[in-house]
């Protein structure tokens, strides 16, 4: 499999995971379209690519915590027929600790890395439905698993894209639409000077964002519907993955398991 040409909108396009993607994608020919609040730096990346690749660079800023900006972006995925590609990469993380961390910033954490990214999904997919295919790559990260890592509220909120990854995958693989789930690593961007540890870039087990996406492409191109860029044994995933499904149809249950003693009692409406 291969990335679809067409245009690709990549959201968090001005820096970082988001600038690679837009670098890659341009090399496979794709088009793009670059979402991010510094109008700035998405025209540096843009006007760059352009000249690397005589590709159509469009640039599209919008603050996706905001309604009107989240709005503009919806409607270019709802109305732009040559949109193939989303690549939901936008958004921040923390470290603090919920003593430390303020809540107003917790929520607007979540209104970008959850809401808007779930908003912007759902323009995309019935578009990409409607014209029968579109891929969805959807950015987490490893600490959706491993949530106590960082910041409780960003590893909640990257446990959500995986977990919304997974439904979609159900809702949508029939309808020719793929969606990937990335889980990066640590991976050396200005991530950590917002998450509040920079020294977080340049430890030995942080990834930069070039072999970051390039193995999440890679991933893409070899049709996985979960890409783990720095989890060296692939079967701990497939045994996890095998374990979630196995345990899934197991929870319904009209008795309490026997360990919590309750007996039986007759089914009714309470
Ligand atoms: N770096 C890491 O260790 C890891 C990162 N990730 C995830 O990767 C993704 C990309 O992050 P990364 O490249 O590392 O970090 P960067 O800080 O380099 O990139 C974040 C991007 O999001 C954009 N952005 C931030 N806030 C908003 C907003 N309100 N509206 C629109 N755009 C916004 C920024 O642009 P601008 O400021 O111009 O708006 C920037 O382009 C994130 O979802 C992050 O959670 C996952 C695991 C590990
Ligand atoms: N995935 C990174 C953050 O999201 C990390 O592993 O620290």
């Known amino acids: 499999m291969t990335t679809p040409k067409g245009t690709a909108l ?19 020919g ?10 700035q730096r998405l025209t540096a990346v843009a006007d760059k690519l352009r000249g690397e690749t005589g590709r159509d660079v469009a640039v599209l800023s919008a603050d ?19 949109i193939t590609m989303l690549v939901n990469n936008a958004g921040v993380g923390s470290v603090a600790s919920i003593l430390q961390a303020d809540v107003d910033t917790m929520e607007a954490m979540i209104d970008l890395n959850v809401t808007a990214l779930t908003r912007l999904t759902y323009a995309a997919a019935p578009a990409f439905v409607a014209r ?3 891929t ?12 106590e890592a960082l910041n409780g ?3 909640a909120s990257k ?18 639409v793929r969606v990937q789930t990335v889980l990066p690593g640590a991976t050396a961007t200005e991530f950590w000077d917002v998450a509040g540890y920079p020294p977080q870039k340049t430890s030995e087990i942080t990834m930069s964002a070039e072999d970051c996406v390039d193995a999440a492409l890679a991933g893409l191109d070899a049709g996985e519907l979960v890409t783990i860029p720095g989890l060296h044994d692939a079967q701990l995933w ?12 197991k929870f319904r249950n009209a008795k309490p398991a026997p360990r919590y003693g309750i007996g039986s009692r007759a089914t009714g409406v309470v």
């Not at 990549?10 to 496979?28: E, M």
């Not at 794709?30 to 109008?39: G, M, T």
């Not at 045994?239 to 899934?248: F, G, K, P, Q």
């Open 64 to 82: 996706l915590n905001e309604k009107a900006g989240l709005a503009k972006v919806e409607a270019v995925l709802r109305d732009n027929p040559a």
């Open 132 to 134: 029968g295919a579109g």
């Open 30 to 39: 794709c088009d793009l379209i670059l979402v991010a609040r510094n109008q």
């Open 136 to 147: 969805i790559v959807n950015i987490s990260s490893v600490v959706g698993i491993a949530v």
């Open 238 to 249: 497939t045994r996890w993955e095998a374990d979630r499904r196995e345990i899934s149809p």
């Open 10 to 28: 990549i959201t968090g396009a001005s820096s970082g995971i988001g600038a690679v993607y837009a670098d890659r994608l341009a090399k496979r």
């Open 153 to 155: 509220v960003y590893s």
């Open 159 to 176: 446990s959500y894209v995986l977990s919304f990854g997974h439904s979609l995958q159900k809702d949508l693989a029939d309808k020719g």
